[in-house]
């Protein structure tokens, strides 16, 4: 007779190998609602422990792919690339590398999320333009990608709703930071969407839901590793997120500096992460070309204004008020904006993203509840980042909200992130690592 629930979960507890039919009993009757949130969970800290080998892995992503519908981008003409980053705090790169790498002949394709724990959702970044819509049907989605050369929407239930329940569950149960767990989660999302490759942006420092760089290097391989076994070009980067990226954290505060940075006025360590993307997305897309080359490539596409035009016209695609790029005005705004003043002389030493995160959420610029609604106008702009020599009472941020009595605990929160020490400290680097289907290698430019 075949296992039971029980003595699968005694299995994985015991740190046993599961079989095909076995990960599929779970997941299927998960999914349908036969085998109760308890026992799922249990099975869940049983993996979280004991890990899954690659087989496993293989297997227990297929099953989560194959519960649901994928979207089919055969009909739309060119390469296709998606880019995923396992998410942080100020990364708003999507609005960036996305226009730039379709500007450069390649489409690209995205399913985004919505804010997670202390990071920054895509969707509801993308919600502070007016109009907007991020919820599309497969033929839209296809419509806009081929018309505009990208597209970027929100995940519709029937793709993996395997991962849906088990999403919720494992936030629930301090089951989220397993390897095997997140990269058959983000890998089967992945796999729905019938693109040709795949480029992943995995973060690591303290805003990184994986902390360590080890155990970033060993998502990034895993997911690389399930990516190239499905025989689509699958490359990643391991990125810095030990600060917050760039100089906005926020919503409608990411859109402008996103727009500011196609107009040439990214902050560097925005566009570095760009270019280094937009590279791996062009040679994931199957191009021989060098660093340099597509750098070269990319500075050419902003100068000349068709990277952004290429945004313009995916917002107007979806809906939105393609004015918003050059009419900050039409994009909410916090009515308070105040300056947190650095409370001592000397070199900026850290910016804990995680608490910066945290204290975003507190002006109202994420959500502590699923149910609860977004200040899109809220957020920080920083105006020293590490290694910045600072004076005691010069402004290091302003802070813009419209909960005026949220701000002595947003205000606590980031005297507690920000690290002031006398000693000069270099700017952090900010690409670490490459991984491809060959390993890994130090970022190499
Ligand atoms: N993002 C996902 O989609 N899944 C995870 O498990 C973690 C981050």
């Known amino acids: 007779m075949a296992n039971g629930m029980y003595e699968i979960i005694s299995k994985k507890r015991d740190g046993l190998e599961l079989g095909r039919e076995e990960i599929a009993f779970v997941i299927d009757g ?15 800290m049983a993996i979280y422990i004991r890990g899954l080998n690659d087989r496993e892995l293989a297997d227990l992503t297929g099953i989560m792919l194959d519960s649901g519908d994928r979207i089919a981008l055969d009909a739309v003409p060119g390469k296709k690339i998606d880019k995923h980053s396992t998410g942080g705090v100020g ?15 390649v489409r690209v394709p ?34 806009v990608l081929a018309g505009t050369g990208m597209v970027i929407c929100g995940q519709t239930d029937n793709i993996v709703p395997a991962d849906k329940k088990i999403y919720a569950l494992r936030d629930a149960t301090a089951t989220v930071s ?25 973060k690591t420092g303290s805003g990184a839901f994986m902390r360590e760089e080890a155990d970033s290097i060993r998502l990034c391989r895993t997911m690389v590793a399930i990516g190239e076994k499905t025989g689509r070009p699958c490359l990643g980067i391991i990125s810095n997120m030990d600060q917050p990226l760039g100089r906005a954290v926020g919503n409608s505060l990411e859109m402008i500096e996103s727009f500011e940075a196609l107009k040439g006025r990214g902050p560097a360590d925005v566009m570095e992460v760009t270019y280094a993307l937009g590279w791996c997305m062009l040679r994931a897309a199957g191009e021989d070309i060098s660093y340099t080359a597509a750098e070269t490539k990319f500075t050419e596409a902003i100068a000349s204004g068709r990277a952004l035009e290429v945004l ?13 790029c050059d009419d900050y005005s039409l994009l909410p705004a916090s009515r308070h904006q105040e300056e947190f003043a650095s409370p001592a002389s000397g070199h900026v030493e850290r910016i804990d993203s995680f608490e910066v995160g945290m204290a975003a959420i507190d002006t109202g610029a994420g959500r502590r509840r699923k149910e609860d609604a977004v200040a899109h106008g809220a957020g920080f702009i920083f105006h020293a980042n590490v290694g910045d020599a600072v004076k005691k009472g010069q402004p290091l941020l302003t802070i813009h909200s419209d909960r005026p009595d949220a701000l002595p605990a947003v205000r606590e929160r980031l005297l507690a992130a920000i690290g002031i020490g006398a000693r000069t400290v270099a700017k952090p680097k900010m690409i670490l690592h490459l991984v491809d289907r060959n390993g890994v290698i130090p970022w190499p430019h």
């Open 30 to 44: 998960y999914v349908k609602g036969d085998i109760p949130d308890y026992q799922v969970a249990a099975w869940l």
């Open 91 to 105: 990364d708003k790169i999507s609005f960036i590398v996305a226009p730039l790498v379709a500007a450069c002949g």
């Open 110 to 143: 995205m399913l985004s999320g919505r804010g997670l724990g202390h990071t920054g959702g895509t969707l509801d970044k993308l919600e502070a333009i007016p109009g907007m819509n991020v919820f599309l049907q497969p033929e839209q989605f296809r419509r």
């Open 178 to 202: 397993s390897i095997p767990l997140i990269a058959s989660s983000i890998m089967s999302k992945k796999l729905a969407l019938g693109s040709d490759g795949i480029v992943l942006d995995v």
């Open 312 to 324: 313009r016209r995916f917002i107007a695609a979806q809906g939105g008020d393609p004015r918003a």
